[in-house]
């Protein structure tokens, strides 16, 4: 068959595909899956089958950018990505995320070495050495902490406005989740900026805590942070284990090649990185209105942290049992 | 050889091509990105003043959304495209050329923190210039690639004259060759095309302008105009 006849026969079907494209580009939602599921599907793998003839045959570059795009054009549309639905984003909550914790929970100990090991020492170290903060911070940020934890500041027991509150949230959105997200993108140099952040965080949050309690200032600063704490600190890990998760990668990457071994490992430490901004919207807010809140007493925010603490670690070692996967 | 062409086979068999696009036009968009963000903020700062410290707090949540999630929710639900992307004709695909997906987007973009260490882009640039699809760091982990998008086709048309019986049978690679020379020649000057015609003036038995006249009429037979 010569060009001529061949286009002559044929385009019928290339018009037709082609007003298809524009429609499905003009609809939304329900109209662009029916669409999808007859016609349209049909329609492209003729233009696919044309388009191999029209290069077998070497018909004219015109015909045959004209076919490829047309092809190219509908591939998009055929193989777009389908929204996220609701229930799968229900079952990843519901337990397919404390499943994935505990799947790779080698990594998750590290992390949690990486992050507590640090603080630990530095806690007790300041706590029995305080000056050992110096290393860490300057004497202005030191005094700085002695004010907002100090119970004869003028900031202990007035009551924020509720506009402080909004305030303080957004930056803990900002600056937490944000810490968050580098913590597990460190990940990327060989594990090196993921390993950098959950220490260097580990030792800040240890001499803050260590300094604060050699101070005395424990009834202003441990009932502030013990409830989001849970969340937060978890997190943390959590965002540093799927970074060494892509690190890990790439060292050893098995019989893969170095590129697939990065690839499918970054598509496991994506789905930590959902939860774990869940977890630090969470945080986020409970530290914003709810630790914030003075005219608790102590012992009330010590249970609520408790029951907290015990609902993340019962959540992480429970929920998702029946999950084979 | 020297081109950037990466070609793909879809299921249906047949070869997608796609031109992955180079380090210079995609600062650009990330430039033009950048420039509409700090807009944005400037915009939501002035407006939100008045509301004081409530206002700063949804300041720093939109500047957080943003910087974060700007490019993630353009590439979904712009098919691949952020504005700066749009504005430049490129776009993200997946590496298989299908339009880029939720988590792939997330990580390439998440990615972007050590992309621009330790200065300016530095890591993703020095990835870029070493990787033959001109990804970086957040591309290589995420498994996508940044493309020109689809242009409307460039190349000519056959011009249309009568058709004429080439004076002897032509092998399928010469007849070939003829219908090139008629979609191109027209992007030629006229001497250049009556230079290349004179090639093969036996066959065609005229000089100059003739000779073209006569490509063109064979061209015309072989695509099958009679």
């Known amino acids: 068959m010569n060009q001529q006849d061949f286009e002559q026969r044929n385009t019928p079907v290339w018009t037709r595909l082609d007003e298809m494209i524009q429609a499905i580009g003009k609809r939304h939602g329900k109209d662009q899956r029916d669409a999808k599921q007859v016609e349209f599907p049909h329609l492209y793998r003729q233009v696919c089958h044309h388009l191999a003839i029209a290069r077998e045959r070497q018909y004219t570059t015109h015909l045959i950018d004209r076919l490829n795009q047309l092809m190219l054009r509908s591939h998009q549309y055929l193989y777009s990505a389908r929204a996220g639905n609701f229930s799968r984003v229900m079952q990843f909550i519901g337990g397919g995320f404390p499943a994935l914790i505990r799947r790779e929970q080698r990594l998750f100990w590290l992390a949690m070495a990486l992050f507590v090991l640090p603080a630990l020492i530095m806690g007790l170290s300041v706590y029995f050495w305080p000056e050992m903060i110096y290393t860490l911070m300057d004497s202005s940020q030191v005094s700085q902490f002695d004010q907002m934890y100090s119970p004869s500041s003028p900031y202990i027991g007035r009551e924020r406005g509720s506009d402080d509150d909004v305030l303080m949230f957004g930056f803990y959105i900002y600056n937490n989740i944000g810490i968050g997200f580098r913590t597990f993108a460190g990940g990327m140099l060989y594990g090196l900026g993921s390993i950098f952040f959950l220490f260097f965080n580990g030792l800040h949050i240890g001499a803050v805590a260590g300094y604060l309690t050699q101070r005395g200032y424990i009834d202003t600063f441990w009932p502030f942070v013990i409830g989001h704490g849970a969340f937060e600190l978890t997190a943390i890990v959590f965002a540093g284990m799927a970074g060494l998760k892509l690190g890990f990668s790439m060292l050893a990457p098995g019989r893969k090649t170095r590129l697939t071994a990065l690839i499918d490992a970054a598509r496991v430490s994506i789905r930590i990185v959902y939860g774990v901004i869940g977890m630090l919207v969470i945080a986020a807010f409970l530290e914003a209105f709810w630790s914030s809140i003075k005219s608790f007493s102590p012992e009330i925010k010590y249970i609520v942290g408790a029951v907290l603490w015990s609902m993340v670690l019962l959540y992480f070692i429970f929920a998702g049992r029946r999950h084979a996967d | ?226």
Do not use: C
């Open chain 2, 1 to 226: 050889m020297l081109d950037t062409y990466r070609e793909i086979e879809t299921p249906e068999g047949v070869e997608l091509q796609l031109r992955p696009a180079g380090p210079i036009v995609r600062a650009m968009a990330w430039l033009v990105d950048v420039l509409l963000r700090f807009a944005i903020y400037m915009v939501a700062g002035i407006a939100l003043q008045i509301f004081g410290r409530f206002g700063m707090g949804m300041l720093l949540i939109i500047v957080f959304l943003l910087e974060w999630f700007y490019p993630v929710l353009f590439e979904i639900y712009w098919r691949g495209e952020t504005p700066g992307k749009r504005w430049l004709g490129l776009r993200v695909l997946n590496d298989n050329g299908t339009p880029v997906s939720w988590g792939p987007s997330l990580i390439r973009n998440l990615l972007r923190a050590v992309d621009f260490l330790p200065l300016f882009n530095g890591f993703g640039l020095v990835t870029i210039l070493f990787n033959p699809d001109f990804k970086r760091l957040g591309d290589l982990a995420a498994g996508t690639v940044v493309v020109y998008k689809d242009k409307e086709t460039h190349t000519a048309l056959v011009p249309e004259t009568d058709a004429h019986t080439p004076p002897i049978a032509l092998r399928l690679e010469e007849q070939r060759a003829v219908i090139n020379f008629a979609e191109r020649s027209q992007r030629l000057t006229e001497v250049r095309a009556a230079e290349l015609a004179d090639i093969v003036a036996p066959v065609t038995g005229s000089q100059g302008f003739a000779g073209i006249k006569r490509l063109y009429e064979m061209a015309n037979w072989f695509l099958g105009k009679r």
